[in-house]
């Protein structure tokens, strides 16, 4: 069985890394960094990318097949990239390993609290989890102001994914929002 899993998840490679590069341009709009002040650094950066994977990842892995093997593609696309970007950054070899997999540690932790809050359509518990991970605040530091329209625009980007057609995603085409003015 796991022979026709390779060939499988090899069939959906190209497919997931013309989505990944789609979210990478989503997430890279510079209306999040510059109107919501998403940290332009290298973790905010890595935070707006993970971002749109998972809300892609989310809806792919609820479609009929081959949706959950696009997803699979598409997660496996962003961690081939990030372990090429340590590389070229310049990561010796012998870490780069424990380095991907702190961000794999990362990207989970934040699906986890990101999934949790829109199955519950707890709004609060969505806002608490993007400023807890993209702006890095603690409980008792005061809400950064961009927050309720990230919360907002996930909640959107959420509902405008739900109505692509799972061909035009198996063809690598994907759409999402701008962000609103």
């Known amino acids: 069985m796991a022979f026709f899993n390779f060939f499988r998840r090899r069939r959906w490679e190209r497919?997931?890394?013309?989505?990944?590069?789609?979210?990478?341009?989503?997430?890279r709009r510079p209306g999040f960094y510059?109107?919501?002040?998403?940290?332009?650094?290298?973790?905010?950066r890595f935070d707006m990318v993970?971002?749109?994977?998972?809300?892609?990842?989310?809806?792919?892995?609820?479609?009929?097949?081959p949706g959950p093997d696009l997803a699979q593609a598409l997660f496996d696309a962003m961690f081939s990239d990030m372990d090429l970007n340590l590389r070229e950054m310049g990561v010796g070899d012998m870490s780069i390993s424990r380095k991907v997999r702190a961000m794999w540690d990362g990207f989970h932790g934040r699906a986890v609290a990101y999934t949790q809050a829109l199955n519950?359509?707890?709004?609060?518990?969505?806002?608490?989890?993007?400023?807890?991970?993209?702006?890095?605040?603690?409980?008792?530091?005061?809400?950064p102001a961009g927050v309720p329209a990230l919360a907002d625009y996930v909640l959107a980007q959420e509902a405008h994914l739900s109505g692509q057609s799972l061909d035009a995603l198996s063809a690598g085409r994907v759409h999402f929002m701008e962000l609103p003015a």
Not at 39 to 44: R, S
Not at 123 to 139: D, F, I, K, S
């Open 50 to 65: 993970g971002l749109h994977v998972f809300l892609l990842v989310r809806h792919l892995s609820r479609q009929k097949r």
């Open 120 to 143: 519950t359509q707890d709004t609060p518990g969505l806002q608490a989890a993007l400023a807890r991970n993209v702006w890095r605040q603690t409980e008792d530091a005061p809400m």
């Open 15 to 27: 497919t997931g890394f013309e989505l990944y590069a789609v979210a990478v341009a989503a997430a």
């Open 34 to 44: 510059a109107k919501l002040d998403v940290p332009d650094t290298l973790d905010g």
